[in-house]
């Protein structure tokens, strides 16, 4: 059974810092494509940023030089290093794991708040 448990979300202020975390199991996690997503209140899920297992990053406009993602495949685990917070960040980040035959899984989320 697959499980994703994302962790380290909370409330910052403005220009803040967290950095997200997300274990794996029950896949060789090695083999997937892992990614953050995001859901504001009213707003549809958008993606934040992928890593692929050849350790190849893709960010999207707002993520890219704020954002890092990263993955430990020894400890899988997928990480979102998130820097120079804003207000509109705010939202429930979601790690997401697609696996080599395309099928996804969803971990519960984790909030994030900007504010001061």
């Known amino acids: 059974q697959v499980q994703l448990v994302e962790s380290g979300g909370g409330l910052v202020q403005p220009g803040g810092s967290l950095k997200l975390s997300c274990v794996a199991s029950?896949?060789?996690?090695?083999?997937?494509?892992m990614g953050w997503y995001r859901q504001a209140p009213g707003k549809e899920r958008e993606l934040v940023a992928r890593?692929?297992?050849?350790?190849?990053?893709a960010y999207t406009d707002f993520s890219r030089g704020r954002f890092t993602i990263s993955r430990d495949n020894a400890k899988n685990t997928v990480y979102l290093q998130m820097n120079s917070l804003k207000p509109e960040d705010t939202a429930v980040y979601y790690c997401?794991?697609?696996?080599?035959?395309?099928?996804?899984?969803w971990g519960q989320g984790t909030q994030v708040t900007v504010s001061s």
């Open positions: 997401n794991m697609r696996v080599p035959s395309g099928l996804d899984y």
């Open positions: 029950g896949s060789i996690f090695s083999l997937n494509l």
């Open positions: 890593i692929t297992r050849f350790m190849i990053t």
